[in-house]
């Protein structure tokens, strides 16, 4: 018989009750005795769901304090130096410090979970003594067995990818730390052999990224000591979130059972089960039904692809899964009721995959025939959306064809563009500029609160929004800043205001997923063609033009952004989905241009984000995404300067690819790098106009004048003093107005004191 079994599920709960008891319990408001209650509950609950609904194998261990990475370091005392620790069980207040930081210390460095919005806490093993200071999955284990009759499989991150995921080691250091690792899990694992634990998960991502010939031999000795270590308990190493490489070596691994992700993995591991097969003696986890998408699957592909994989692994050695955790997508699409119907009946959220989870191993089990009004059910859901008017614009999708094989070019290249764009707008040396928002102080939120519920009618919010509009005008004029900004005062965030406005966008009640920590975000779902209906930004950006004389930058955020920050549609390639947005985008920036707009910025923070695991699949992101970008402002005159602007994350491998989108001008993120990326820029002579954030934005700290002409100076060592412009590192919604007007100040006074020296 073939078995059902989850990955995770997402732990925020239904209603976000989970992020409300953490913050609740940071405030203060909830003592730490009933923060472990309230989390118990919600856990114990997600289990029993699960349970009522059938899973055979079902995750313990899944559930986090805030994130599994920390949790797997704090298991085994990897605290770094500066919280104090002292060893043995690690307290609450350490926990959450080396996740958000303490007054005396700065917290973890937080980073991207593989190609994933989810972020986890890098554990700095440097200095670290390890040691097991609790058994985490054996304690999860026990209390599902005995507070609800599960036997569980615990799941644990493995050695290997917890390694490639640390820092402060050097490469020769490596086999030492995992020989350390290996020690600490066989002591996990050989608790739950003892307990009599039948199935644990060993989490290995990291194998589906490229491996060195030591890499694979690592695995091999990490994966034979544990085997040896354990013999009666069944390991299933566990994959995700694309094909393994060097499927030979790792489905001969010394374990029971290989969990292969055959949806975002699909071509790569069906092309190696069918040249190599799957070894008779092991399990074949399945992951069939996508962990990180929120769509119905097509329940007969479904089938017809587990028919052809039990060729490969006999049924009583198929285990029917998510391709990951669901951990990625959000609960339950129950309570989302304002979708048009041909929407809701198209999603699956976590609750949803469960049951499409079931009734594939039921099918499988029991035959077709067991499941055919569901198979009928699915089949004429998923032919509705299709069928939609919003999947068949005509005009966009002809539109888009024709733009793809378009050279996306500017009228003239950069050298006469500046020039054209120096006599019209007379810029002085450095020019100093913003990156868009100013304080979304709570007055604002208030404001637009009041509008969204109705108590303020439109004319009331549009002309507070106006008075915003003047006040921020005032001041940038008084600080002396060169380009102004209108300040984005009536967006809530850079992708739902756009969404709300282009067709082919939805937005659910409460389709969260975490983020990070307790931080968790509503993505818009992209589920039609998307189309540009009305302006968007002009009439902001046109008051704030009437109330200066100097320029004000247009501001829109990117198409690879939107896209990378959205759930998308999976029956459209993510190339084409970017080109439809560029599209539409285009038509906001001819928009502005002709409403006498003449410098528009496209924010791209998010390029990075898409960038493929595989790096042979690499450069073709990044050329779709600089055409993206390039069709998105091409058509512009000369005189019209181009912004963009980037920020969280490292650039310094792709400056070729960022030069490449022919911007006039970037702002980039530059101070929290500590110079790293001024680096990257001295072997990459960099072309184009380009500013490189002189202050952090993340503190309310006023940074002093000294500061800031460091940071200049340090630049304009490597970078052409012509092409230098001079503001922060991002944009200022966070920030109050003191602080953010004593900033300014300060940055101004540094550029005079830069355009003094030259
Ligand atoms: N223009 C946006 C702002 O200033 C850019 C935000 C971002 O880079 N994430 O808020
Ligand atoms: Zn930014």
Partial sequence: MAKSSVLGYPRIGENREWKKALEAFWSGKLEESELHKQLQEIRLNHLRKQQEKGIDLIAVNDFSYYDQVLDTAAMFGIIPKRFNYTGGAVPLSVYYGVARGTKDAAAS????????????????????????????????????????????????????????????????????????????????????????????????????????????????????????????????????????????????????????????GLQGNLASIREFGFPKDKVLGAGVIDGRGIWKASLSDKLE???????????????????????????????????????????????????????????????????????????????????????????????????????????????????????????????????????????????????????????????????????????????????????????????????????????????????????????????????????????????????????????????????????VRDDLAREQITYQLAYALRQEVEALEKAGIGMIQVDEPAVREGLPLKENEQADYLAWAVKAFKVTTCTVQDTTQIHTHMCYCEFHDMIDSIEAMDADVISIETSRSHGELIQSFEQNTYKLGIGLGVYDIHSPRVPDIEEMTGMIDRALQVLDPKLFWINPDCGLKTRGKEETIASLRNMVAATKIARDKH
Avoid at 174 to 189: A, E, F, M, R
Wanted: with cysteine; hydrophobic share 40%; aromatic share 10%.
């Fill in 305 to 567: 692809l587990l028919k052809e994989l039990q060729g490969y692994a006999a049924s009583d050695k198929l285990l029917i899964q998510s391709s990951c955790s669901l951990l990625h997508v959000p609960v339950t699409v129950k309570g989302e009721t304002k979708l048009q119907p041909e929407l809701t009946n198209a999603l699956a959220f976590a609750d949803e995959k469960l049951d499409e989870l079931i009734l594939l191993t039921r099918a499988l089990n029991e035959g077709d025939a067991s499941i055919t009004a569901e198979l009928e059910q699915c089949e004429k859901a998923l032919q509705a959306l299709e069928q939609s008017e919003a999947r068949n614009r005509k005009a966009v999708q002809e539109a888009v064809a024709v733009i793809q094989r378009e050279d996306a070019s500017r009228q003239s290249n950069f050298e006469s563009r500046q020039l054209a764009q120096q006599q019209k707008w007379q810029l002085p040396l450095f020019p100093t500029t913003t990156i868009g928002s100013f304080p979304q102080s709570a007055e604002v939120r208030k404001a637009r609160q009041s509008w969204r519920k109705g108590e303020w009618g439109s004319e009331q919010y549009a002309i507070f929004i106006k008075e915003q509009i003047d006040s921020w005008i005032q001041h940038q004029e008084e600080i002396g800043l060169d380009v102004l900004v209108h300040g984005e005062f009536e967006r809530t965030d850079m992708v739902e205001f756009f969404g709300e406005k282009l067709d082919g966008f939805a937005f659910t009640q409460n389709g969260w997923v975490q983020s990070y920590g307790s931080r968790c975000v509503k993505p818009p779902v992209i589920y039609g063609d998307v189309e540009f209906t009305e302006a968007m930004t002009v009439e902001e950006t046109v008051y704030a033009q009437s109330k200066t004389a100097r320029p004000v930058k247009g501001m829109l955020t990117g198409p690879i952004t939107i896209m990378n920050w959205s759930f």
């Fill in 109 to 264: 460095e937080m980073t991207k979970w593989f190609n994933t919005n989810y972020h986890y806490i890098v554990p700095e093993l440097y200095g670290a003594e390890p040691a097991l200071t609790e058994n985490k999955p054996l304690a999860a284990y026990r209390e599902a067995k005995e507070k609800l009759g599960i036997d569980g499989k615990p799941v644990i991150l493995g050695p290997f990818t917890f390694l490639k995921l640390s820092k402060g080691y050097g490469k020769s250091e490596i086999d030492t730390w995992l020989s350390i690792l290996v020690n600490l899990y066989v002591k996990v694992l050989k608790e739950l052999e003892e307990e009599g634990v039948q199935w644990v998960q060993i989490d290995e991502p990291a194998l589906v990224t490229k491996l060195s010939r030591d890499d694979v031999t690592r695995l091999q000795t990490v994966y034979g000591k544990l085997a040896e270590a354990v013999p009666s308990l069944n390991i299933l190493l566990q994959t995700y979130f694309e094909s393994v490489e060097n499927y030979k070596e790792i489905i001969n691994l010394p374990v029971q059972g290989i969990g292969l992700d055959f949806v975002h």
